[in-house]
């Protein structure tokens, strides 16, 4: 197999495949608005042609870069929040050894991310880890103005120059940001800082595909140019001049958009497989952020599954029937394992002998799909080949374009957050922030403070 599959057919008992195909000309429109850029955030359309247009020149400079900080890290930190940090985290769980932090050989730093909460207890307890290891840090913020990473960074700056001198640490920190703008440029200016630049036209949730995803995923050994390689695969594929029926990002932005219509207002991504826990994250912000807007949206929610069929598989069985889900189906697992024959067969299993975990798990993963038609849940299943960085990649641009797609089928602007704003002013207003007086006391007075 050597594409990424969108199957449908079991959605076909709740939408009309003429209610799914009824938007292959506003699709086949929308793919014009992106290719011409003529829609709206048409200045954050630099991920569209991303893959295809980024030379060898600029993997080779992050991967020097990155075997640079491995051979002098036990652990780099990540600093970041939102799109500068979860493209990266995605990957480095689906891709990597599930235990990859507790091994006790291990060939590639620790990863560990910081900056993406206001945590105390979390950020203490990553100070006094450090203590122990030789770190790095990359600090990743397009705006440069963020406060979450800017604290993060404040502290682990203070801390990393204090473990190895100001000098030394300005080698062992690398920052990602605006090539002018923002208070991170001009402290990696002024400190001297080896930087990549996010460049104006991609947005945060849009640019795994840069220096933002692929420095953390080159350092976490994964393979950047194979990754790159699958997401040039994707745009061809889900590119303008691929038929309607035969692009899996029109196919999936069209069935999600029929369903939502028919009232199906939440769709849950179910993984079969911890590692891709974290993907999910990725896509609930990438679609949150991009279609919740203007009070219109397909809410976007994560399960892992067979774990939260013990929790969450009770609601979507029988509870409101305002779900659809989108099965994220891995065909080969990278590893093998076969269930043993256990002669006192006390749990009375040994029917499944010899049997490989994943033709348990594969049967669990059908099993569910058809209870879950039963129950009144329509059922989209993604088909991915192997989590491979090839594949990974693949994967990613298809999300992102058919995000773009389904976005401007809303008719909302896929690449802004308006709405991400409001918490800050009342966070700095509480604060004491100069220039948010006001703000902070009628904030106070509905906290009941006066
Ligand atoms: O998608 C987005 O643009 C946001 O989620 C940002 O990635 C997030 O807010 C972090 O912003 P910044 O990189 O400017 O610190």
């Not at 042609?49 to 600029?58: A, C, D, I, V, Y």
């Not at 990597?96 to 730093?109: C, Q, V």
């Not at 067969?345 to 099993?367: I, T």
């Not at 849940?377 to 773009?404: D, H, N, Q």
């Amino acid at each position: 197999m050597d594409k990424l599959t969108v199957d449908i057919s079991n959605i076909y008992e709740f939408v009309s495949s003429k209610q799914v195909f009824a938007y292959k000309d506003e699709l086949m429109h929308n793919q014009e608005l992106l290719e011409e850029k003529t829609g709206k955030g048409n200045d954050f359309l630099g991920w569209l042609n991303l893959p295809s247009s980024t030379p060898n020149e600029e993997l080779n400079a992050i991967n020097a870069i990155a075997t640079d900080l491995r051979s002098k890290s036990e652990i780099v930190v990540v600093v970041g929040i939102g799109g500068s940090y979860l493209g990266a985290k995605a990957a480095i769980e689906a891709l990597g050894n599930s235990f990859a932090n507790i091994l006790p050989k291990r060939e590639n730093p620790i990863v560990l991310f910081a900056g993406h909460n206001i945590c105390e207890d979390y950020h203490k307890d990553l100070l006094d880890l450090l203590d122990g290891y030789s770190y790095s840090i990359i600090v990743i913020s397009k705006s440069g103005t963020t406060t979450e990473p800017a604290l993060a960074f404040r502290l682990l700056k203070q801390h990393l120059e204090k473990k190895v001198g100001k000098a030394e640490a300005s080698q062992r920190i690398v920052a990602i940001t605006d090539k002018s703008k923002g208070a991170l440029r001009k402290l990696a200016d002024q400190e001297g800082y080896r930087t990549f630049i996010i460049s104006d036209d991609i947005g945060g949730r849009y640019s795994v595909l840069t220096a933002v995803g692929l420095l953390p995923i080159a350092i976490a050994g994964f393979n950047i140019y194979d990754l790159i390689d699958g997401a040039k695969e994707a745009e061809k594929n889900t590119g303008i001049d691929i038929r309607f029926d035969e692009n899996p990002a029109c196919i999936y932005a069209a069935a999600r958009n029929a369903l939502y219509r028919k009232g199906k207002n939440v769709e849950i991504m179910v993984n079969y497989t911890p590692k891709l826990h974290y993907l999910t994250e990725w896509w609930k912000q990438l679609y949150g952020e991009s279609e919740g807007k203007e009070n219109k949206g397909i809410f976007p929610a994560g399960v892992d599954f067979t774990s939260d069929l013990h929790s969450m598989g009770q609601y979507i069985q029988e509870g409101e029937r305002i779900i659809f889900e989108t099965v994220l189906s891995v065909v080969s697992p990278l590893k093998t394992l076969t269930i043993p024959n256990d002669p006192a067969n006390l749990d009375q299993l040994n029917f499944l002998s010899g049997k490989r975990y994943s033709e348990v798990n594969r049967m669990a993963e059908q099993g569910t799909i058809l209870a879950h038609i039963d129950g009144g849940v329509p059922s989209i299943k993604i088909v991915i080949p192997e989590l491979s960085p090839y594949w990974l990649g693949y994967t990613m641009y298809f999300f992102e374009r058919a995000c773009a797609l389904s976005g401007y089928t809303l008719n909302v602007n896929p690449f802004d957050q308006p709405g991400v704003e409001e918490y800050k002013k009342n966070m700095f207003a509480l604060l004491g922030k100069p220039g948010f007086e006001e703000k902070g006391k009628e904030l106070r007075r509905r906290l009941g403070e006066f």
